[in-house]
């Protein structure tokens, strides 16, 4: 059996810009990439936190240390420079490779650099 679970989140991220003539895609930092284990091409998902938008598309690598988050193609209509958002990968495991699966998290500031990283995330209280 396989079961989908979380493989890298990207966690409020701010987009830096949106450009919908550009051919449709999301371009993020290339270090960011290389650390979340995020490959280009692989398909995301993308939450809007200020508008609640959720949408699909998949990454571009921009250059390495610009923090850039564009989104990018008619994606483009559903967020706006500035948007926090969450990007999410999904991988398809199978019990053997849950056993010592943990997916990485990463944490930004409003300038689009990593602040923590983890690899759980804490339990809701009550």
Excluded: W
């Excluded at 550009?22 to 284990?37: M, N, P, T």
């Excluded at 571009?60 to 483009?76: C, K, M, Y």
């Excluded at 019990?95 to 690899?119: G, I």
């Amino acid at each position: 059996m396989q079961i989908t679970m979380l493989k890298a989140k990207l966690h409020r991220a701010t987009v830096t810009h949106a450009e919908l003539g550009y051919e449709g895609s999301c371009a993020i930092d290339g270090k960011i990439l290389d650390y979340s284990g995020i490959r280009e091409y692989e398909q995301i998902q993308i939450y809007n936190v200020n508008n609640g938008e959720r949408f699909t598309t998949y990454a571009i690598r921009a250059e390495d240390g610009s923090g850039i988050f564009s989104i990018n193609g008619a994606a483009a209509r559903r967020a706006c420079p500035g948007d926090y958002i969450i990007v999410c990968t999904y991988a398809a495991l199978n019990e053997l490779e849950l056993q010592h699966f943990k997916p990485t998290l990463v944490y930004f500031n409003d300038n689009n650099e990593m602040v923590k990283t983890s690899h759980t995330i804490p339990v809701q209280a009550a």
